[in-house]
């Protein structure tokens, strides 16, 4: 993907001025930011031909004869119902269409079932636009929105479950059902804008019916695919790496779809080079995005996120590439952009690994300044907080945090451990739920879950939640490790030898020699050694296994410790553990093996709780 030519540049920029006001005329705000900031990521030609002054007499933003007329007659209707919108009066909104054509149905802000369907579905297929329709169905669902955070009360309240559903979205469907029904037999011919798509889309994911849903998304972005949202709603969808490689062909070649492909892969911890690669293609199209760029470091970040705190912490005090990477594309989007908190909590997060305190509190000053009422805001204190040993003004700003936005993964996460910090076991298990509910592939909520349910003493509990979050991240060594010790503790010792192979087979830094940068891959390597060792434990402690596997295993583990220890990007400090530590026990057993009987069936050392995931 080369950088585009100057005619390529004007048919960018013209596709993206004419999605950024159709979403800002269905007051689709934040995919309206989204456009625009892209449209202005673009590079500046100076001989580039600048329309913008005649855009809304130039643009066709309506091609169907129909669908045009309509337009044209509910112009004044529409503009009234969008000035609603805009000032959240949102049933107001919707009666400007579904009430006031429909005259005395009772449809759908009513509980009631429609008088006459057939004249209602003449109505929808014949009276009113799919840019007026969907206005109004979107009116509801914010208006649905609005009463359910009414319902569910107090955060973490006895009314505060997840029972509680958006009340508008059985309503919203009945008319989505109509529509789509009468439109497969519409004598008109109208096609779909992509929009109202997206909007049944919505409706069907929040019932989980996830293939229904996906089905009406991919036809929503390919009859629009500049809308950003519809985009971030299949994402949701997609539970792992194999599901997106299988999506991929049925969306088509587009720019988007490259966006897309690229936010997922990242979400669902695919951190190779072909994922940079990827980022540099876009960059080329879009040098200017704060997304690309925030995508960027977020990549970094989740590279180190990836290992427990030891690790973690060793990477940091010897000023690891990637974390330099990382600080210097957040220092970069804060001097470009001194009034965005965009990212600001992948930021927040990896200063709260480092230990950075004094960071972590200029972050957290810095983001009050911009904004005092915005989650990210509260995530950031609370950050600080939690670094300083202050858990309880951790938690109020967490709960802070939720009340502004109660659809905030992240904050439910990190609100559980802050309870988990205090003890309160209960109270983290129903923030990991709440996580779990909003995403089911987020897998540092299973793996919270995991935690939680292990420590209650609910071990088969706790493998369920493992297995879970192993399936979303297999490339995440403390996953593994914590499903291996939960399936000893219940003496399930084959499936633990199962899942120790498993993870060998994941975290193979040899099968390719360019994933990741030699610092990811030599941490891999230090994860194997540590994975042989206790896998030959646990053959070694198994009746069933034979004896000369466990010894061939710890011979393995030795034969990878010295050569790690001979490679150059190999860190002082892994150098020294598996000096002190790792290969003195390792040449300790094979000496025993090969000396004594096998033993009979024994425990291994059970492991402490921890690390959180952020």
Known sequence: MSAPSVDELAQLRRALQESAIKCSERCLYHTFKWTSELLNALPDHDNAPDESLHL????????????????????????????????????????????????????????????????????????????SLFLALYALLMAGEKQKTEDLGQLLGPSDRGDVVNK???????????????????????????????????????????????????????????????????????????????????????????????????????MTASLLADLDQLQNIFPQSQLLQGQRAVTMCRKLGNYPPVLAMITYSNSDIDYEAAKSLFDQMTVSHPR?????DEQSNLFFLMGARDRSAFLAQYCTAVDEYRPETCLAVRNYYSLVGRHEDAVSYFR????????????????????????????????????????????????????????????MHAIHYYRRAVRVNKTNMSLWAALADCQIEVNRFDAAIKTLESALEHIDPYVDGTEGSANLTSHLRYRRIEVLKSLAQ???????????????????????????????????????????????????????WTELPTPTRRDPRRRKRGPYLY
């Open 56 to 131: 809304y007499s130039s643009l066709p933003f309506q091609t169907d004869a129909v669908e045009q007329d309509l337009e044209h007659k509910e112009f004044n209707k529409f503009i009234q119902a969008k000035s609603f919108f805009d000032c959240r009066e949102y049933q107001r909104c919707a009666s400007v269409f579904l009430l006031g054509n429909v005259g005395e149905m009772d449809i759908p802000l009513s509980v009631g079932a429609t008088q006459d369907h057939h004249s209602f579905s003449l109505f929808l297929h014949s009276g009113i636009s799919q840019k």
């Open 538 to 592: 646990l053959y070694r402690s198994d009746s069933d296994s034979d004896n000369a596997l466990a010894t061939e295993t710890i011979q393995r583990c030795l034969n990878e410790s010295s050569e790690h220890l001979k490679r150059e990007d190999t860190e002082q400090a892994m150098k020294d553990n598996l000096k002190d530590s790792i290969i003195p026990q390792a040449e300790i057993l094979l000496k025993k």
């Open 168 to 270: 508008q979205i059985i309503h919203i469907k009945q008319v989505l059902n109509t529509w789509f029904k009468g439109l497969d037999d519409d004598s008109n011919a109208r096609t779909g804008d992509g929009f109202l798509e997206y909007m049944y889309g919505m409706i069907l994911s929040r019932e989980h019916l996830r293939g229904l849903a996906k089905t009406c998304l991919v036809k929503s972005v390919t009859r629009n695919p500049w809308n950003w949202g519809a985009w971030l709603e299949l994402g949701h969808l997609i539970a792992d790496l194999q599901e997106l490689h299988e999506l991929r062909p049925k969306l088509g070649q587009h720019v988007m779809v490259a966006f897309f492909y690229l936010c997922c892969r990242v979400k669902l911890n695919e």
């Open 340 to 344: 965005s908190l965009d990212f600001i």
């Open 400 to 459: 802070k945090a939720l009340a502004l936005d109660r659809n905030y993964g992240s904050a439910w996460i990190l609100l559980g451990h802050e309870y988990d910090h205090l003890e309160n076991t209960h109270a983290a298990t129903s923030c990991y739920h709440r996580a779990v509910q909003l995403d089911p592939y987020e897998y540092r909520g299973l793996f919270g879950l995991g935690e939680c349910y292990e420590a209650l003493k609910k071990p």
